[in-house]
């Protein structure tokens, strides 16, 4: 079946560094990728998504590209702020008419000063 | 109100108890998931209403559990003889159709803890 491998947390970083949290996805077909990200006490937000290879997906500075050669999805962001310090979730769908998500465990990431 | 809404926020129940968790979602979607996340993993799909009726409930774990969506709004899922292995932040989400890549929008989801 479908399945996301995440890289592992907690990361802890200092501001304006580098982020790069790792995604990798077992599926059938061609799924549509996504990342989740849940700040504290808020409910799940999509944070961005590609549908098809080669697709990179962007937003509030973070970019992802869909890497099916490799089925990977790893999300960066070139300078990290504190307040984005919250829990990503790499995860797909099997474009098979059921838009059911398969997720990641999760990757907490803590900003610092 | 403009989000996904579920009640109760919290839910503290016995084991052996029956419990009642709701979903409101985003008025006009059509499409309506429920998942539950156990401490430290990622959600885990359960079922997924089209409509009124559950077109995929393959992630239902046992026969304990049971959704309905009546008039294809409002969502209820339903566990009977709760077992502390249940005990998990229940989430659901709304999206605008089953149509590919529409987003979907997740409420804060219900923390059920069963003592």
């Known amino acids: 079946g479908d399945s996301v491998t995440q890289m592992e947390g907690p990361v802890t970083l200092s501001e304006e560094a580098f982020l790069t949290i790792n995604c990798t996805y077992t599926a059938t077909g061609y799924p549509s990728l996504f990342w989740y990200v849940q700040y504290p006490g808020e409910g799940l937000q999509l944070l961005l998504k590609?549908?098809?290879?080669?697709d990179k997906g962007s937003n509030k500075g973070f970019e992802a590209t869909y890497r099916k050669e490799t089925t990977s999805f790893h999300l960066e962001k070139g300078s990290v702020q504190v307040s984005d310090s919250a829990v990503y979730f790499c995860?797909?769908?099997?474009?098979?008419?059921?838009?059911?998500?398969?997720f990641g465990t999760g990757t907490r990431l803590t900003i610092i000063p | 109100g403009a989000g996904v809404s579920q009640t109760p926020s919290n839910k503290v129940t016995e084991k052996g108890k029956y419990v009642e968790l709701r979903c409101d979602p985003i008025?006009?979607?059509?499409?309506l998931y429920w998942y539950r996340q156990s401490l430290g993993q990622g959600p885990e799909f359960l079922i997924y209403?089209?409509?009124?009726?559950?077109?995929?409930d393959s992630g239902l774990p046992n026969d304990r559990f049971f959704a309905v969506r009546p008039e294809g709004s409002v969502s209820t899922l339903k566990i009977q003889r709760t077992e502390r292995g249940d005990s998990a932040v229940y989430l659901c989400a709304s999206s605008l159709h089953q149509a590919m890549n529409t987003e979907a929008f997740f409420g804060q989801g219900t923390r059920l803890t069963v003592v």
């Open positions: 590609a549908t098809k290879a080669d």
């Open positions: 209403f089209q409509g009124t009726g559950a077109a995929d």
């Open positions: 008025s006009g979607h059509t499409a």
């Open positions: 995860a797909l769908t099997s474009n098979f008419g059921n838009e059911k998500l398969t």
